[in-house]
């Protein structure tokens, strides 16, 4: 999220351009998105926004989770650190309290709280899940049992804290957390705040911060309650390197997700200019504060792209401010969606859907200006998709009827 309290600031949301498409320059080097072909663009103005929840409203919710246990629960995660949950039902009159770690969470600053949730693959059966939170003074990385009754609820006295990353500003601390499909646990941090990277974090393979990181929750290595992946990319290395790296050079990156094909979507925050979303790969080094998207930081610097991985979309300010991470979107009530990256902008309320096409320029095109302050997007168990307001509440994508 960005800095300087912008999750508390009243916008004035900017009005949209009138384009409904934007074709973006080739950026060179990237992997691209199987799915339809770049013409095949969505009518936006067959969609409108509803609210999925009509009784339901939540304190500043920063993540919307659902668990794979064919009980269709959806998990709502509340800034100042509290979880609840409740039936995936239009109707659902309300929602129970699953854990309360609020009296653990520093959520003082508009970047700090808890920001993240993650179930254990194998949840159903051993009731474990994962979360990320901020104290006064660091990032935690924490595991959490739930019990086994009906309803189902965390126990706050489980906790077994996995990560404790210092942080030396109050601002860019990542937050988002998921399982992978390869079973390991993959956490984002931001660089560790003010402006810049003053500490030179993200560049950093001795430092936590400005990372994807990736470890196994299921095993131990020695002097760690957690293992390491043994394909890591710094596993072994003699010069002080984090094994835990996946990737780096990251700013603040707000929300990733695997598609279908287990591909890594990772929108990053911008400092100055540029939003931008990345496909990550292991090893890779994603520019910040060396770039920002595919400019050199400062402006005024003569960088080099060498050895740096550029991004595959991006967008300037003042489109939009702060960018929010989505989904590839595989639901059946959108069609016209399919295999679309679907995004948006915590500021000015923007929501797009991206289409990287192999041996095409990249398709980019504006769905909904929704005049929301977009804190998460999250999807259910049947790959449908929904867009949390900072606000409140939680809205989903409709075809408007046909009158």
């Avoid at 929750?217 to 710094?234: E, H, K, Q, R, W």
């Avoid at 679309?340 to 909904?368: C, F, H």
């Amino acid at each position: 999220m960005k800095v300087i309290c912008r999750m508390m600031l009243l916008v004035i949301l900017l009005s949209s351009s009138g384009c409904s498409k934007e074709i973006a320059p080739n950026i060179p080097g990237r992997p691209s998105e199987s799915g339809q072909n770049a013409q095949d663009l969505i009518d936006i103005t067959a969609l409108q926004l509803v609210n999925a929840y009509p009784e339901l409203s939540f304190r500043q919710p920063v993540a919307f989770v659902h668990v794979e246990d064919d009980t269709n629960r959806i998990f709502v995660v509340e800034k100042a650190g509290r979880i609840y949950s409740f039936d995936n039902n239009a109707q659902s009159l309300s929602a129970s309290l699953f854990l309360d770690i609020s009296n653990r969470v520093d959520s003082s600053a508009s970047e700090k709280g808890l920001l993240g949730l993650a179930f254990h693959p194998d949840f159903a059966q051993n009731g474990l899940f994962c979360v990320n939170y901020t104290s006064r003074t660091e990032t935690i990385v924490a595991r959490y049992q739930a019990t086994n009754q009906t309803p189902q609820s965390g126990l706050p006295n489980s906790e077994q804290i996995l990560m404790r990353i210092p942080q030396p500003f109050a601002n860019h601390n990542g937050g988002h957390l998921a399982f992978g499909p390869d079973g390991f646990l993959y956490i984002a941090t931001g660089d560790g705040g003010s402006a810049g990277d003053p500490h030179g974090n993200a560049q950093n393979r001795s430092s936590l911060l400005g990372k994807i990181l990736r470890i196994d929750v299921d095993t131990t290595a020695p002097g760690l309650v957690y293992g390491i992946p043994a394909d890591n990319s710094f596993v072994g290395n003699t010069s002080g390197y984090r094994p835990e790296i996946y990737a780096y050079g990251l700013r603040n990156p707000w929300k990733f997700s695997f598609d279908r094909d287990g591909r890594l979507w990772a929108a990053d925050v911008g400092q100055n200019t540029i939003e931008e979303i990345n496909l990550v790969q292991k090893g890779g080094n994603y520019g910040w504060n060396i770039m920002e998207g595919s400019l050199c930081y400062p402006a005024s610097s003569n960088c080099s792209h060498d050895g740096l991985e550029l991004p595959v979309w991006e967008y300037r300010h003042p489109l939009g401010r702060s960018i929010t991470g989505g989904y590839v979107y595989y639901g059946n009530r959108l069609p016209g969606l399919n295999g679309a990256y679907i995004y948006g902008d915590y500021v000015t309320g923007r929501i797009w859907a991206l289409r990287l096409i192999s041996g095409q320029t990249p398709v980019n095109q504006e769905i909904v200006d929704s005049q929301l302050n977009i804190s998460t997007l999250g999807i259910d168990q049947e790959g449908e998709l929904y867009i949390v307001d900072f606000g409140g509440k939680i809205y989903k994508l409709e075809r408007k009827s046909q009158s």
